[in-house]
C-alpha cells in the first residue's frame, strides 16, 4: 500500500489549493479515506473522510463549510479541495485509510501574505 500526497504549497490568506493522494498496491475504490493535518504546535486533527464510495463525507468543525474532500475511484485519487484559507489551516496534510492505518508522506500547507 502507497499513498502519495502532492498539491501543497504557498498560498496568501482567502486563496484555494487542492490536494491529492494517488493510492497504489490495494483496490482502492473498496476503502474509506481520510485527510489528516498538522499544525504547528498542535495535534493532528482529522479533518475530513469519505466512505469508498463518495456517498458518506464528513467534516472537522474547523473546516466544514471552507473545505470539500472528494474521490475518483477510477483514477485512485482522493481530493482536498480548500477554499479560503486562514492562517490557522497552515500545516502538513496527510491522507490516510483507516483500514491498516496507512497514511501518506504528508504535504506542506503553508498560508501566508
Known amino acids: 500500500v502507497q499513498l502519495v500526497e502532492s498539491g501543497g504549497g504557498l498560498v496568501q490568506p482567502g486563496g484555494s489549493l487542492r490536494l491529492s493522494c494517488t493510492g497504489s498496491?490495494?483496490?482502492?475504490?473498496?476503502?474509506?479515506m481520510e485527510w489528516h493535518r498538522q499544525s504547528p504546535g498542535k495535534e493532528r486533527e482529522l479533518v475530513a473522510s469519505i466512505s469508498n464510495s463518495g456517498y458518506y463525507i464528513k467534516y472537522s468543525d474547523s473546516v466544514k463549510g471552507h473545505f470539500a474532500i472528494s474521490r475518483d475511484n477510477d483514477k485512485n485519487i482522493v481530493y482536498l479541495q480548500m477554499n479560503d484559507l486562514k492562517s490557522e489551516d497552515t500545516g502538513v496534510y496527510y491522507c490516510r485509510r483507516p483500514n491498516g492505518d496507512y497514511w501518506g508522506q504528508g504535504s506542506q500547507v503553508t498560508v501566508a501574505s
Open positions: 498496491g490495494y483496490s482502492f475504490r473498496s476503502y474509506n
